[in-house]
Each structure stands twice: as C-alpha cells, then as structure tokens.
C-alpha cells in the first residue's frame, strides 16, 4: 500500500542553522501538507501546497519557514536559522485532491531537536 | 475561527469496559472528521474518517459517528484492550487543512 514517507526520523541541530525536512508524498497525490506537533501540545497546521504554490499558511509559518517541490517525488520544509521554540515533531501529508473532499494520508514524522 | 475540544482529557479503564470518547467542534461547516491514534513520541495512525454526508463509520471494535448540526463525534471503543492505550485525536476538515483537538490519552489496564 502507498505510504508517506519522511527523512530524516531524528535530527538534531545548533539554534541559529538551517534544516531541511524530506517528504516523499504518494506518487499520484497533486496536495501536500507540514504539521507539526510541539511535545505535548495539539497537531498544529503549518501549510498547504498545490501547483507549486502555497495555497494556504498558518501564523506559526513566518519568513523563516519555506516549502518547496524540488523534483517529482520529493517535498521540502526549510527552516533558515532554528530557534529553540522549532523543537517539535514535524508531519507531512498529501491527498490527492483537495482536501474538502479528499483524505490526507500521513507520514511517520521528523523529530527536530534545536539546543 | 474553528475550535476543537476532546472531552475526557484522560481516560483510564479496566480491560473489557466499552469506551465513548467525545469530540466537539464550533463551525459546524466541516467536510471530513477523522480520528486518529498516537502512540507516545509516534506518529498519527487513521483509524476511521467519516465524510460529512455519513453518519458514522465503523472498523473493527471502533465505531465513529458524526452530527454536524450540534458540532459532535463520538468515537465508541468495545471491549477495550491493553493495546488501545494510546492518545486518541480527532481533526476536521476545514477547508484545505486539518484542525487537531487537543486529544483523549487512554489507559487501559489488565
């Protein structure tokens, strides 16, 4: 069965560096999405992304933050320079409309640890 | 703006008690529900999405129901098990994103 997958599970970074969070969406999939969760905290909204656009973005997504499609498989979260307040569990989805009607399916999650 | 809160924040039962755990939401303008389960640091499991025009939904000892118009789903676990320990989540569709309740950490012991 096709699956979201995310790269790395863990990473740990230095406050002030950039990080890149790696999503392969299903194959056929054209909507995708980063959530995150802050540790004991609700699922947050970040963004969505359609036709390599953003088509929607949460407060917590400011200028630090970007999402890109690079090539036909993989789908990016950059955060330029992390502070402490990044450290959460990072969720990529992707559904293959929009998701009024449509399911999002998940991945596993990205671990981010800013010290 | 849509808010969504999950009553009881904890939960914790004997083995075999059947289970109700409640969802609510305040636009009652929603597409999809769905409810989730989160294993402690893991990620979201889909255990049943219910589309707006369906009443409930059912998968295994798991039966959801949804009514839009008071704002509502429950989630109805039957004869519980150690294994459904977990944190319990639902989320509406609201327009093109997910909007996550704040979750029902369950407990269930032998």
């Known amino acids: 069965e096709p699956e979201v997958t995310q790269t790395p599970s863990h990473q740990v970074t230095q406050m002030g560096q950039e990080v890149i969070l790696r999503c392969v969406p299903i194959?056929?999939?054209?909507?995708f999405y980063w959530y995150r969760q802050i540790l004991g905290q609700k699922v947050e909204f970040l963004v969505s992304f359609y036709n390599n656009e953003i088509s929607e973005k949460s407060e917590i997504f400011d200028d630090q933050f970007s999402v890109e499609r690079p090539d036909g498989s993989n789908f990016t979260l950059k955060i330029r320079s992390t502070k402490l307040e990044d450290s959460a569990m990072y969720f990529c989805?992707?559904?293959?409309?929009?998701?009024?009607?449509?399911?999002?399916?998940f991945g596993p999650g990205t671990r981010l640890t800013v010290l | 703006k849509q808010e969504v809160t999950q009553i009881p924040a904890a939960l914790s039962v004997p083995e075999g008690e059947n289970l109700v755990l409640n969802c609510s939401f305040t636009d009652s303008a929603i597409y999809n529900l769905q409810w989730f389960r989160q294993d402690p640091g893991k990620g979201l499991t889909s255990l049943l999405l219910?589309?707006?025009?369906?009443r409930e939904q059912t998968s295994g000892r798991l039966n959801a129901s949804l009514d839009k118009s008071s704002g509502r789903s429950t989630l109805y676990i039957a004869a519980s098990q150690p294994g459904d320990s977990a944190t319990y989540l639902c989320a509406v569709y609201n327009t093109d994103k997910l909007i996550f309740g704040t979750g029902t950490r369950l407990q269930v012991f032998p």
């Open positions: 219910i589309q707006s025009s369906q």
């Open positions: 989805a992707s559904s293959a409309g929009t998701s009024s009607y449509n399911e999002q399916f």
């Open positions: 194959s056929n999939h054209l909507y």
